[in-house]
């Protein structure tokens, strides 16, 4: 059962409930999850359970019984399509294993997280999430992730700043959807304990696995010169799972390129400035922070000028 508040009062409860309470801990006291609380639940996007709303109650010491509008079956959500349940067993149409999915999933590898927590029968949280700089990675993080994902999943997903300096999340809830990238071959949890790789349906598929490396090199790869005395430029990627570092390495070679070795156990690059060429006619960047600077570098090196970017 879930409760509809009238407007403004399920904030009011919310906060009447917080009172000197951090959200961490009002999280804990209506088993949930302290983001989907602050965000979701506060702004009144998600409506609230009737033991949520009851343990709100409890803990604010007021009735807000006389404020309710109307009371919901669980499944309400789903029969209208899915779109507006705060479940997180919504529904959401299953994409095909086509280039804008294997981007995704090179997102996800690079920057992104699958969870699935469970605790008892009362705390689940399922949710994608990629993190991202607020500044370097704006129009990244803030338009062009939260598009790709609509037109995959017909998910919009949101994006928080977190309190930390320039730090942002994007995010999308759902226990369908979690289960779809466990399907396909993303295992939930720490990527590094997991090994995690890149799937086998990508690797089998040249142009999805261009759509995979270009997601993967926009999140955790990188664009810059060689040196203060070399401005060629490198396209480098980092990553502390062996595994998918493997993956990206024999997914360039497959693809025709010549990246280096290995180096210090988590690091490649591709140097050869035709190949540099090639990567960004053939896999490109969505991320127009990666571009900008390829164009800038570029730009210098056909001036001859000295060009020099931070990180």
């Known amino acids: 059962m879930r409760v509809r508040l009238k407007e403004g009062k399920?904030?009011?409860?919310?906060?009447l409930?917080?009172?000197n309470l951090s959200w961490k801990e009002l999280a804990r006291k209506i088993c949930t999850n302290e983001q989907y609380l602050c965000r979701d639940l506060r702004s009144e996007k998600r409506l609230l359970s009737k033991e949520m709303f009851t343990k709100l109650c409890n803990t604010a010491k007021t009735d807000f019984n006389k404020y309710i509008s109307e009371k919901l079956d669980d499944n309400w959500g789903r029969s209208k399509g899915g779109a507006n349940?705060?479940?997180?067993t919504k529904?959401?149409?299953?994409?095909?294993?086509?280039?804008?999915?294997?981007?995704?999933?090179?997102?996800?590898?690079?920057?992104?997280?699958?969870s699935e927590i469970i605790r008892g029968k009362k705390t689940r949280v399922y949710c994608i999430r990629i993190t991202g700089n607020s500044k370097t990675d704006k129009d990244y993080m803030y338009d062009y992730i939260p598009r790709l994902f609509e037109n995959t999943f017909f998910e919009k997903g949101?994006?928080?700043k977190s309190k930390s300096i320039n730090g942002c999340y994007?995010?999308?809830?759902?226990?369908s959807i979690v289960q779809f990238f466990k399907s396909m071959g993303f295992t939930p949890g720490d990527k590094i304990k997991n090994k995690q790789a890149i799937p086998g349906w990508i690797k089998e598929d040249k142009e999805l696995l261009k759509s995979c490396i270009r997601g993967i090199i926009d999140t955790d790869g990188s664009v810059h010169q060689i040196s203060k005395m070399n401005k060629n430029i490198r396209i480098d990627f980092t990553s502390y799972i062996p595994r998918l570092l493997s993956d990206v390495r024999e997914g360039f070679i497959a693809l025709g390129f010549n990246p280096s070795k290995v180096i210090n156990n988590h690091h490649i690059f591709l140097s050869r400035q035709e190949e540099i060429k090639r990567y960004v006619q053939e896999i490109g960047f969505g991320n127009t922070k990666n571009l900008n600077r390829y164009l800038q570098f570029k730009n210098c090196l056909e001036r001859g000028c000295p060009c020099s970017l931070e990180a």
Do not use: H, M
């Open 17 to 19: 409930a917080k009172s």
């Open 170 to 175: 994007f995010t999308v809830y759902g226990k």
């Open 85 to 88: 349940s705060s479940k997180n």
């Open 10 to 15: 399920q904030k009011e409860l919310i906060l």
């Open 158 to 160: 949101s994006v928080l």
């Open 91 to 114: 529904d959401f149409k299953k994409p095909e294993k086509d280039k804008k999915l294997a981007e995704v999933f090179g997102i996800v590898l690079g920057d992104g997280n699958v």
